[in-house]
């Protein structure tokens, strides 16, 4: 998979204070990545400064292979955001997007209409002829992420997108972006603090703490135990042999461990092939408030 975005030694100060050190990170097509930290950590900083919002004061950051895509008219249209955005609040929505869709130079035609239509239903303001002056915070919300989609960008960044979002909203816009990252290779930065809404949706994380970025593996399973009644020497000898390293026998249970080569499933259709009667699965995850709890035990 090819790099979306490349961020290279990226280091911005505000008041003396190294508010991002040095940091770099690559985004790949396909990829929902989560960026994680506390209250003022410089999370939306970064964000801002790879949209050229904030000039930051060492790096680079490269988009689609251009160092200079902030002055690329073509290239920034490819990108959608949700972060600081303005609105013309004597507008209803479609006119809002109207005007940003026109303004990037496509066409007033059929499919600005399809388009526009389809992302407001998306985000449940179709048919909404109300000002946006008159709209709650989660409408506005709402408006902010059909105006990141509306270009079918390669690359989104998202900040606290689901704020404001009731539970049906999260839960659309999540299945949304898994089909957009599956199908278009689409690019995905977002931030939130709704971590448990994050935490099974990126395939890794960047928690950004004292002005550094540390990456993290994605949601992914630790260990799973698998308690068993009884079975065969012939039977253990089998997954001993098979899994070898990987899995530990602990008189009626065998663990496996967090494996690149073998998961949940190989392991359970191995117990069904062999006859072997489960009695209890247990599954440890890792787990993207763990990174938090570290930082308290650690600062506490």
Known sequence: MKNILSVQGVSKIFNNNKVLNNNSFN???GEIVGLVGR???????????????????TGTVSYLGDEKY????????????????KFYEDLNAADNI?????YSGRNNDQQMSQKIDEVLSFVGLENNSKRVS??????KQRLRLALALIGEPKLLILDEPFVGLDPIGIKTFKEYLSKLTK??????LMSSHQLSEIENLCTRYLYLENGKIMEYEGYKTKEIKFSFYSTNKDN???LIKKYQEDISIINNQIILHQSNSYSYNDLFYDFLELGIEIQSIDLEINSI???????????G
Not at 39 to 57: E, Q
Not at 70 to 85: A, H, Q, R, T
Not at 134 to 139: A, D, I, L, Q
């Open 289 to 299: 408030n763990e990174l938090f709890e570290k930082d308290e035990l650690t600062n």
């Open 236 to 238: 253990l000898a089998f």
């Open 27 to 29: 985004i790949k097509e």
């Open 98 to 102: 109207t005007i940003q869709w026109l």
């Open 183 to 188: 199908d278009k290779k689409l690019a995905v």
């Open 70 to 85: 902030i002055n690329n008219s073509k290239l920034m249209d490819s990108l959608g955001y949700l972060i600081d955005y």
């Open 39 to 57: 209250n003022g950590a410089g999370k939306t900083t970064l964000m801002k400064g790879i949209l050229g919002l904030v000039n930051l004061n």
């Open 134 to 139: 008159e709209y709650s915070f989660g409408m």
